[in-house]
T-cell receptor
Framework: DVKVTQSSRYLVKRTGEKVFLECVQD?????MFWYRQDPGLGLRLIYF???????EKGDIPEGYSVSREKKERFSLILESASTNQTSMYLC????????????FGDGTRLSIL | GQQVMQIPQYQHVQEGEDFTTYCNSS?????IQWYKQRPGGHPVFLIQ?????EVKKQKRLTFQFGEAKKNSSLHITATQTTDVGTYFC?????????????FGQGTTLQVKP
């Protein structure tokens, strides 16, 4: 069974801090994704990676960066956290071929005070 | 830009009643995927439809893909409390083979016992 593990279930940080969210998958998936989930807005793509060191901006990349140094690990970085980044963050992974389902982690509920 | 819309946003039903959520895309889709997110959980892949007019069933759940491949529906017969959650449809972004999906906003189902 595919396992996508996010480092923290809940996280509280302060405005201006640099925040790291980590995600690890164990299925050798090529694709990894970071989404943000807010009520009424569904899942919005922040960043996407299709290979090690490769990344693409999603719909809402402002204020975020990512790192993929190893195939199994995809990190989301909030360079200088702001209160409007308080949200649920979901990591997902999938195989690189077309039409593959995405497998999600449990999510990190991040609060910026 | 490309959009995927779902209606309704919320639905409250009495246990035993039927439920339907509709998904409409601004573009023709090569396939559509459906996910379910239980309260406090993460989205879990349910099914993928690929062919025009395709109908698939999973027990009490019936999924349809429209003839024009721009809309889809999920119908639940005789809802149970275990059906509670948010149902998302998702289609491929653009025409490439990247594996990126665009998600609808989701329909949240509440079932009164």
């Amino acid at each position: 069974d595919v396992k996508v593990t996010q480092s923290s279930r809940y996280l509280v940080k302060r405005t201006g801090e640099k925040v790291f969210l980590e995600c690890v998958q164990d299925m050798d998936h090529e694709n990894m994704f970071w989404y943000r989930q807010d009520p009424g807005l569904g899942l919005r793509l922040i960043y996407f990676s299709y290979d090690v060191k490769m990344k693409e901006k999603g719909d809402i990349p402002e204020g975020y960066s990512v790192s993929r140094e190893k195939k199994e690990r995809f990190s989301l970085i909030l360079e200088s956290a702001s209160t409007n980044q308080t949200s649920m963050y979901l990591c997902a992974s999938s195989f690189g071929t077309r039409n593959q389902p995405q497998h999600f982690g449990d999510g990190t509920r991040l609060s910026i005070l | 830009g490309q959009q995927v819309m779902q209606i309704p946003q919320y639905q409250h039903v009495q246990e035993g009643e039927d439920f339907t959520t509709y998904c409409n895309s601004s573009t023709t889709l090569s396939n559509i995927q459906w996910y379910k997110q239980r309260p406090g959980g993460h989205p879990v892949f349910l099914i993928q439809l690929v062919k025009s007019g395709e109908v698939k069933k999973q027990k009490r759940l019936t999924f349809q893909f429209g003839e024009a491949k721009k809309n889809s529906s999920l119908h639940i017969t005789a809802t149970q409390t275990t059906d509670v959650g948010t149902y998302f449809c998702a289609g491929p972004r653009g025409s490439g083979n990247t594996g990126k999906l665009i998600f609808g906003q989701g329909t949240t189902l509440q079932v009164k016992p």
